[in-house]
């Protein structure tokens, strides 16, 4: 879980650059988040696949979110690889539940987050672009599934294999 500390905007930015905060990297995040934003938000929608949620009532959401992660799951190889895809695809899950006008606010906290953990800007640059991709296609792909997720874990089994439990809120329609 993700530490709750969260980075002051008026304080030194962890980037190493002297600047404050809201002037570097918090500046040039929400520069990134909100021309991927307009970017995502000229894409043609038409090739979206709808998940019905009688289909989804069959299914559990360890399964969905498997599906959901899986060309980032696809990427990886170790298991904190894979933690870390997991981690990222059910914090865009959530943040796709939340209403349009919050969810940029919920990317920029989550962005300082990272940032606060790993200082590499070429990271936090790639987490905000997955982030993105896994916002989009879950409101693309599930647009009626909106349980949020509470918590998870992973677990290992073999050398290979892992068993992924969700704890999921209620459906609300
Ligand atoms: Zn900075």
Not at 23 to 41: F, N, R
Not at 43 to 59: L, V
Not at 101 to 119: G, H, P, Y
């Amino acid at each position: 879980m993700l530490a709750t500390n969260k980075l002051g905007r008026n304080s030194i930015c962890a980037c190493g650059s002297g600047i404050k905060y809201k002037k570097c990297c918090l500046a040039k995040g929400q520069a990134v988040i909100a021309s991927s934003m307009e970017k995502l938000k000229k894409r043609n929608f038409d090739e979206s696949i709808y998940i019905s949620p009688e289909e989804i009532g069959a299914r559990k959401m360890s399964e969905i979110i498997l599906e959901y992660a899986h060309e980032f799951l696809a990427l990886t190889n170790t298991r904190s690889e894979k933690e870390n895809v997991i981690e990222l695809a059910i914090a865009a899950w959530n943040i796709a539940l939340a209403d349009e006008e919050k969810r940029f606010n919920l990317i920029d906290n989550f962005v300082s987050d990272v940032l606060r953990i790993n200082k590499n800007s070429d990271h936090w640059k790639k987490t905000v672009s997955v982030i993105l991709i896994l916002i989009n296609k879950k409101l693309q792909k599930y647009p009626l599934v909106d349980r949020p997720i509470l918590d998870y874990d992973f677990i290992k089994l073999n050398h290979d294999e892992y068993h992924l439990n969700i704890v999921s809120g209620i459906t609300c329609s």
